[in-house]
């Protein structure tokens, strides 16, 4: 009861302060190719083109008048599993994109030696910069629990020969007047993580993301619970979130989890918002997770003492029965 008081007295999360800036933000989903068949390479450069071409287009429909330039446009986690560095075709098609919409885009990319899930940021004229790695790795996805011991019991572990490596750090973009925070997947389901971009200065956040693998069969669930992660991060932080899919579902969310704009799944996609850049943090963000371990202490104590006492009452038992 007097959480809920408590909760009553704070003002409403979508409450900007006025003066509050602003920005036009664009989400491409590129789409992947459905056939699993195809060449590691010739799938890889294909993802990479689809959002390119993607991103191409809605430079075509800022150049007519049709929509507002964005001040960054960001691709998903996975948009090129080759790093640009190694491979001169993947670095074109990416330069061509940032030079037709002439704008900032961050490219989910892997990069080589080490191995690294990463956000790389691209500005026009000058080619990738800024890099996020992913912190949060998936084990048995990204990186190989045990993997020794498990290689004499399967052959499982060499779908991912290389163990991915991670980051260490928060990291924020900048971009103008947007101060850009970004997790990578499943990373957005890590209070910690998402709280610590906020923390260095993040007034907007993005998630990459890529969700074809869950999605082969027809399932969303796994996207829609991830797309549900990260509306409860933007009230939770009170942060525009722009959420990139590679095959959807990809969304523009406000910074009171309300859907801006969204595409389906399987599908060419661009999406654009204007969205309020917050700079002020949330109580949420301020205490961080000391109530949730106050609270599971409190729980494991309370369960200690109930037990304790059961033993209490079952040692004194025998003594009334005598």
């Given at each position: 009861m007097v959480g809920l008081v408590l909760a009553g007295a704070l003002p409403p999360v979508d409450?900007?302060?006025p003066g509050t800036p602003t920005a036009t933000v664009a989400a491409v989903q590129g789409n992947v190719p459905h056939a699993?068949?195809?060449?590691?390479?010739?799938?890889?450069?294909?993802?990479?083109?689809?959002?390119?071409?993607?991103?191409?287009?809605?430079?075509?429909?800022?150049?007519?008048?049709?929509?507002?330039?964005?001040?960054?446009?960001?691709?998903?986690?996975?948009?090129?599993?080759l790093d640009p560095r190694?491979?001169?075709?993947?670095?074109?098609?990416?330069?061509?994109?940032?030079?037709?919409?002439?704008?900032?885009?961050?490219?989910?990319?892997?990069?080589?030696?080490?191995?690294?899930?990463?956000?790389?940021?691209?500005?026009?004229?000058?080619?990738?910069?800024?890099?996020?790695?992913?912190?949060?790795?998936?084990?048995f996805g990204e990186v190989i629990p045990f993997r020794g011991l498990l290689a004499h019991i399967t052959s499982l572990v060499?779908?991912?020969?290389?163990?991915?490596?991670?980051?260490?750090?928060a990291v924020v973009f900048r971009i103008g007047k947007i101060?850009?925070?970004?997790?990578?997947?499943?990373?957005?389901?890590?209070d910690n993580l998402v709280s610590s971009e906020v923390r260095a200065g993040a007034n907007l956040l993005a998630v990459q993301t890529n969700d074809a693998t869950f999605e082969m069969d027809g399932q969303r669930g796994e996207t829609l619970q991830q797309l549900a992660m990260a509306r409860i991060r933007a009230v939770e932080s009170d942060r525009a979130v722009v959420v990139a899919s590679t095959t959807g579902v990809s969304a523009i969310i406000a910074p009171d989890g309300r859907l801006?704009?969204?595409?389906?799944?399987?599908?060419?996609?661009?999406?654009?918002?204007?969205?309020p850049l917050v700079s002020q943090r949330t109580l949420a963000d301020r205490v961080g997770s000391w109530p949730e371990a106050a609270i599971v202490t409190l729980t494991l104590a309370a369960l200690a003492w109930a037990a304790a006492a059961a033993f209490r009452r079952r040692r004194r038992e025998p003594d009334r029965q005598r």
């Open positions: 409450q900007q302060v699993r068949n195809l060449p590691d390479l010739l799938r890889a450069t294909t993802v990479t083109a689809n959002h390119a071409a993607a991103t191409e287009r809605l430079a075509a429909r800022v150049r007519a008048g049709a929509a507002p330039a964005p001040a960054l446009v960001i691709w998903p986690e996975n948009s090129t599993d190694l491979y001169p075709q993947v670095y074109a098609t990416i330069s061509a994109a940032v030079s037709a919409i002439h704008r900032p885009i961050l490219v989910g990319t892997v990069l080589q030696d080490p191995l690294r899930n990463a956000g790389q940021l691209w500005l026009p004229g000058s080619g990738p910069g800024a890099i996020y790695v992913k912190r949060q790795l998936v084990p060499a779908l991912q020969p290389v163990n991915f490596t991670p980051g260490h750090r101060r850009l925070g970004d997790v990578i997947c499943y990373e957005v389901g890590f801006l704009a969204h595409t389906s799944t399987w599908r060419r996609a661009e999406l654009e918002a204007r969205i």
